[in-house]
T-cell receptor, first 115, second 111 residues
Framework: DSGVTQTPKHLITATGQRVTLRCSPR?????VYWYQQSLDQGLQFLIQ???????AKGNILERFSAQQFPDLHSELNLSSLELGDSALYFC??????????????FGEGSRLTVL | SQQGEEDPQALSIQEGENATMNCSYK?????LQWYRQNSGRGLVHLIL?????REKHSGRLRVTLDTSKKSSSLLITASRAADTASYFC???????????FGKGTKLTVNP
């Protein structure tokens, strides 16, 4: 158990809809990262928050947004969903601000299926 | 974009054999990390090697880093069926703090 909690584990929705994925980081970790994993694109970095502020941005679509709340949990909002958004979405956390300075702890992921 | 590229994409071996996976990357790095992912599960950190280190061990794992060739290798000795998983290398992208993963090597260890 990594200590990172993601909900929901599975989500099935229709094209055009909006969903929210939630992540609670490990106790004491200030950084939260979101990654998207699909068969054809591999593991893609979306966005990182550190102590409530956006720290780094990756290949995140404009239809996607995220935030980190004062209690450090994070939400990833996906809107106007398309079939291609079907993927596993992972949240990870770390103590440090820089992802490449130490270990990331991953949650078990939220599997999104868009029909 | 992928910073690290693992090779081979897939590897199938017998229990007890050693498994070697390679990772190549494109830009300078602070460190390189290896992660493991069981099918459909979250990634688990295995080992981190800093740019000034050449080799690191952790249990049955041995990681090497050659910064002149921009490559790393992960060796799993005396493999077990439970080692069956995908293995990813991850590096910082240039001067960025982002951690970018390769597409992974899928290892199958047959009992």
């Amino acid at each position: 158990d990594s200590g990172v909690t993601q909900t929901p584990k599975h989500l099935i929705t229709a094209t055009g809809q909006r969903v929210t994925l939630r992540c609670s980081p490990r106790s004491g970790d200030l950084s939260v990262y979101w990654y998207q994993q699909s068969l054809d694109q591999g593991l893609q970095f979306l966005i990182q928050y550190y102590n409530g502020e956006e720290r780094a941005k990756g290949n995140i679509l404009e239809r996607f947004s995220a935030q980190q709340f004062p209690d450090l949990h994070s939400e990833l909002n996906l809107s106007s969903l398309e079939l291609g958004d079907s993927a596993l979405y992972f949240c990870a956390s770390s103590v440090s601000a820089g992802a490449n300075t130490g270990e990331l702890f991953f949650g078990e992921g939220s599997r999104l299926t868009v029909l | 974009s992928q910073q690290g590229e693992e090779d081979p994409q897939a590897l199938s071996i017998q229990e007890g054999e050693n498994a070697t996976m390679n990772c190549s990357y494109k830009t300078s790095i602070n460190n390189l990390q290896w992660y493991r992912q069981n099918s459909g599960r979250g990634l688990v950190h295995l080992i981190l090697i800093r740019s000034n280190e050449r080799e690191k061990h952790s249990g049955r794992l041995r990681v090497t880093l050659d910064t002149s060739k921009k490559s790393s290798s992960l060796l799993i000795t005396a493999s077990r069926a439970a080692d069956t998983a995908s293995y990813f290398c991850a590096t910082g992208q240039g001067g960025s703090e982002k951690l970018v993963f390769g597409k992974g090597t899928k290892l199958t260890v047959n009992p």
